[in-house]
Nanobody, 124 residues
Framework: QLQLVASGGGLVQPGGSLKLSCTAS????????IGWFRQAPGKEREGMAC????????DYADSVKGRFTISRDNAKETVYLQMSSLKPEDTGIYYC?????????????????WGQGTQVTVSS
C-alpha cells in the first residue's frame, strides 16, 4: 500500500519560515510527481506547489509564488516545501500527494495517494 508521510509542521510567527518534508513507504518516490496541498479552516483543499519526477518542472499557486519553494532529493526519497515570509492565511493542514503523471494545474483530482497531513499555524 502506498503511504506518504508529511512532517515538519508547527507554530511559527508571521514572517517566519518552515520546511515541510514528504517521505514515502511502500513505494519509490522517485517515480512520482508530488504535490503539496493546503486545507485552511473552513476552506477546500487547494494545491500549493507541484514538482515533476526529475524536479525539473515546478508549479505554484499564485498566493505562494516567491515565498514557497518545492524541491526533491530523490537519493533521500524526500520532497520538501520550504515556506518563507509566512502569513496567517498560510495556516492550515498541509498534505503531500503523489501522481504518476505531472500536471501543471497542480489540482488534487490529478493525485492518487495522500499522506495524513501536518498542521501549520502562523500566528503571533
Amino acid at each position: 500500500q502506498l503511504q506518504l508521510v508529511a512532517s515538519g509542521g508547527g507554530l511559527v510567527q508571521p514572517g517566519g519560515s518552515l520546511k515541510l518534508s514528504c517521505t514515502a513507504s511502500g513505494f519509490t518516490l522517485d517515480y512520482y510527481a508530488i504535490g503539496w496541498f493546503r486545507q485552511a479552516p473552513g476552506k477546500e483543499r487547494e494545491g500549493m506547489a507541484c514538482i515533476s519526477t526529475s524536479g525539473a518542472t515546478t508549479d505554484y499557486a499564485d498566493s505562494v509564488k516567491g515565498r514557497f519553494t518545492i524541491s526533491r532529493d530523490n537519493a533521500k526519497e524526500t520532497v520538501y516545501l520550504q515556506m518563507s515570509s509566512l502569513k496567517p492565511e498560510d495556516t492550515g493542514i498541509y498534505y503531500c500527494a503523489s501522481s504518476l503523471w505531472y500536471s501543471s494545474t497542480c489540482h488534487e483530482a490529478d493525485f492518487d495517494s495522500w499522506g495524513q497531513g501536518t498542521q501549520v499555524t502562523v500566528s503571533s
